[in-house]
C-alpha cells in the first residue's frame, strides 16, 4: 500500500493555529488567535487560506512580500480577481479537488511573484473544518522550488557532458566500487572488452576476464584501497578479439565528500606497439609532436631550470612573436611581462608551483590566468598550468581573452536586464526606487525641484477583454515608447506596473512638466492603434503630477500625491492632466 507523505510542517503549523483560535474560553481565543496569527506569519513560505466558495480569507506575510499582494487587498477576492485567467482556472480545480476530496493534495503549478516572474511551485493543499465538522475552506501552502528545478537540470547537464567527455576520450576508462563491482566506464573500454555498457556495469573482473587476470585486479585493488594515492603497474590483457595487449595502468582511489574512500578509477595505455618495435615508438613520438604542432592551445616544453626544448607554432601565432625572439625564458619574460613588478611576481608562481609539485609529487599546477603583452601590441588573458613529467614541464596556454569578454559583455546585459521591464524595455520598479531616491538627494543639495508623474491607459483592460493579452502587451508597448521618445536626459520613465507607469523629470517646475505632459497626452491620444488588422479606437491615458518640495520632501510622498492627482484626472473624465493638490498650512487642501 503506498504510504501518503507526512504532512509539511507548514501545514501542521496552520492546523495548531486552528486549534488554537477553537478555544472555548473566550480570553484564550483571543491570545490563541493571536498566537495563531504570529505563528502563520512566521511561516516564511506563501500561505492562502479561502472559503468554500474560493474567496480569500486571508494570507500570511511571507505570501504578500512574494506575491506583492496585500492581505486588504485579497480579502473577499478569488483568484479570478487577482491572478491571470490560466492560473486562476488551475487555482480553483485544485480547491475543488481538496474539497471534494478531503486529505493532502500535493501537485506542481506556477505562482506568480510581485515583480512579474512566474515561478515553479510545489502547492500542498487540504481543506479544513468548522467545529461541526463541516468543511469550512481550504488552505494552500507554496514551495518555491524554481532554483531546485534549474539546479537538477544543470546537474543532468554536467553529468551528460561529463559522460560525453569521457567517451571522447580514446583510452579506456573504468570506475568500480569497493566491492569490485564496476559502476561505469567509457566507449573505448566498451570496445576493448567487446562489451555494452550495460553488460559492464554490475560485474567484477571475474565476469569479464580470465581468472587469472583477475585475481592480479583483486590483489591490486585491495593494496590501493588500503593505501590511496596512485598506482601505476604493467599488464597483459586480452583484448575483445583474442590477442594480449600490454597496457600500463593508472589506477587511483577516488573519495567520497567525508573523505571515505568511494572506489577506484583507472585508465590504461596501450602499449603493445612501442614494446614490440623502436621504431613504433619514434613513430608514435613524431606522431605526438604532430599533434602538438597542431594543437589548438600553445605548448612550450623546458627543463625545471627553465630552458626552452620545444615551442609549438600555436604558442608563436597567439602571442605574436618570432620563436627567435623568444627563445629563452628570460627574453620571454621581458617581452610578455614588461612590467618589472609584475614579471616579479609571475616568476615567483611559476618556481612556487614548481616546487610544491615536486615536494607533494603532483603533476599538475592548478590554472592560472596572466595578462600578456604580446608583440601586436595587445594584452591577452591566458590560462596557463604547467604539467610536471620527470625532468622536464609542459607548460600549456590558452588564449581566454574572448571569452573573458564575452562573459562580462553576458555581466552586462545581466545587469541591464535585472534593471528593466521585459516587455515594455523601461526601467522597472526596482531602478525606479533606486533612481528617485538619488533624484531627490541632487534636488536637496541643489534646491531644484522633481516634478514626478504617475500615469495609467483609460480602460485598458478592456482592450485585453475585447482584443486579447498580445494586442494588450502591443498597447503597453507603444506607449512606453512614446513615454521614452519625449522625456530628456537624466529623466527616467519606468513601468510602476500593470498599465501603470512613472516618470521623474529632475529640475523640472510643476508648471513646466504640466505642458510637457499635456503635449505626451495630446500624442497618444492621437495614435492609430490596430490589432490583428482591427482598429482599436482612441487610446487616452490620465496624468498625474506632483513635486518635489511642494507636495512633499520624500518620493515616497511625492509618488503619493501624483497618484491622487492621476484618481482626480480619472473622476474628471479621463483622458487629462491633473496637478497634485497642495495641503496648506491650516491642513486644508486647495488644487
Known amino acids: ?57 486571508g494570507v500570511n506575510k511571507a505570501f504578500e512580500a512574494y506575491c506583492g499582494v496585500s492581505r486588504d ?24 479537488e481538496a474539497l471534494q476530496h478531503p486529505g493532502a493534495h500535493i501537485h506542481p503549478g506556477e505562482l506568480v511573484y510581485g515583480d512579474g516572474s512566474r515561478r515553479q511551485v510545489m502547492f500542498h493543499r487540504t481543506a479544513f473544518s468548522r467545529d461541526d465538522g463541516r468543511i469550512a475552506g481550504v488552505i494552500a501552502i507554496a514551495w518555491d522550488v524554481t532554483d531546485r528545478l534549474r539546479a537538477e537540470r544543470d546537474l543532468q547537464d554536467e553529468l551528460r557532458f561529463a559522460e560525453q567527455m569521457l567517451d571522447t576520450i580514446p583510452s579506456p576508462i573504468f570506475f568500480k566500487d569497493k566491492n569490485g563491482e564496476y559502476r561505469g566506464c567509457n566507449r573505448a573500454f566498451e570496445e576493448f572488452c567487446g562489451l555494452k ?35 601505476v603497474h604493467d599488464a597483459v590483457i586480452p583484448a575483445a578479439d583474442g590477442t594480449n595487449h600490454d597496457v600500463i595502468f593508472h589506477r587511483a582511489v577516488f573519495r567520497k565528500e567525508d573523505g571515505g574512500i568511494n572506489g577506484i578509477i583507472g585508465v590504461f595505455w596501450d602499449v603493445t606497439e612501442p614494446k614490440r618495435a623502436e621504431q613504433a615508438l619514434r613513430r608514435s613520438e613524431e606522431r605526438f609532436r604532430r599533434i602538438v604542432e597542431n594543437a589548438p592551445f ?24 618570432p620563436l627567435d625572439q623568444i627563445a629563452t625564458l628570460q627574453q ?56 610536471l613529467d620527470d ?18 559583455a553576458l555581466r552586462e546585459v545581466l545587469q541591464a536586464e535585472a534593471l528593466h521591464d521585459p516587455l515594455t524595455a523601461l ?12 533624484d531627490f538627494a541632487r534636488a536637496a543639495r541643489a534646491h531644484k525641484p522633481v516634478a514626478v508623474v504617475m500615469a495609467d491607459i483609460d480602460r485598458f483592460k478592456s482592450v485585453n477583454d475585447a482584443y486579447g493579452h498580445d494586442c494588450g502587451d502591443r498597447l503597453l508597448q507603444t506607449i512606453a515608447r512614446v513615454l521614452s521618445s519625449h522625456i530628456r536626459q537624466g529623466d527616467t520613465a519606468s513601468r510602476y506596473g500593470g498599465d501603470e507607469f512613472t516618470l521623474v523629470l529632475p529640475e523640472t517646475t510643476i508648471d513646466v512638466a504640466r505642458q510637457r505632459i499635456q503635449h505626451m497626452c495630446d500624442m497618444i491620444r492621437d495614435l492609430s492603434l490596430s490589432c490583428d488588422g482591427k482598429p482599436v479606437g482612441a487610446v487616452t491615458m490620465s496624468f498625474g503630477i506632483a513635486a518635489y518640495p511642494r507636495h512633499g520632501d520624500t518620493p515616497e510622498a511625492v509618488i503619493k500625491a501624483a497618484d491622487a492627482a492621476l484618481q482626480d484626472a480619472k473622476r474628471a473624465g479621463r483622458g487629462r492632466v491633473a496637478l497634485a493638490r497642495t495641503p496648506t498650512p491650516d491642513s486644508g487642501e486647495k488644487t
Open 427 to 438: 526601467f522597472n520598479r526596482r531602478y525606479l526606487d533606486q533612481e528617485i531616491e538619488r
Open 197 to 231: 555498457r550495460g553488460d559492464i556495469i554490475g560485474k567484477t573482473a571475474f565476469d569479464i576476464f580470465p581468472r587469472a587476470l583477475a585475481e592480479t585486479y583483486q590483489v591490486a585493488d585491495k593494496a590501493l584501497l588500503e593505501k590511496g594515492g596512485v598506482q
Open 1 to 57: 500500500m503506498t504510504q501518503r507523505p507526512p504532512p509539511p510542517p507548514a501545514l501542521v503549523a496552520f492546523n495548531t493555529a486552528l486549534e488554537w483560535t477553537a478555544m472555548s474560553d473566550p480570553d484564550e481565543t483571543a491570545r490563541g488567535g493571536l498566537l495563531a496569527k504570529q505563528l502563520i506569519d512566521a511561516i516564511p513560505s506563501p500561505i492562502a487560506y479561502k472559503d468554500i466558495q474560493g474567496r480569500y480569507l
Open 391 to 408: 625532468n622536464l614541464v609542459y607548460w600549456v596556454f590558452n588564449d581566454v581573452t574572448a571569452r573573458n569578454r564575452a562573459e562580462q
Open 332 to 387: 620571454w619574460r621581458l617581452l610578455a611581462y614588461p612590467d618589472p613588478a609584475y614579471r616579479a611576481e609571475i616568476k615567483a608562481v611559476e618556481e612556487k608551483e614548481l616546487e610544491h609539485m615536486l615536494a607533494t609529487g603532483q603533476t599538475s599546477s592548478p590554472v592560472r590566468e596572466v595578462r600578456v603583452t604580446c608583440g601586436d601590441g595587445l594584452v591577452r588573458d591566458m590560462e596557463v598550468v604547467a604539467t
Open 298 to 321: 600553445g605548448v612550450r616544453l623546458t627543463d625545471q631550470k627553465g630552458t626552452i626544448y620545444f615551442t609549438n607554432r600555436r604558442f608563436a601565432e597567439m602571442v605574436h612573436y
Open 73 to 96: 487587498a485579497l480579502l473577499g477576492k478569488t483568484v479570478y480577481d487577482i491572478w491571470p485567467k490560466d492560473l486562476a482556472d488551475g487555482y480553483r480545480a485544485a480547491d475543488l
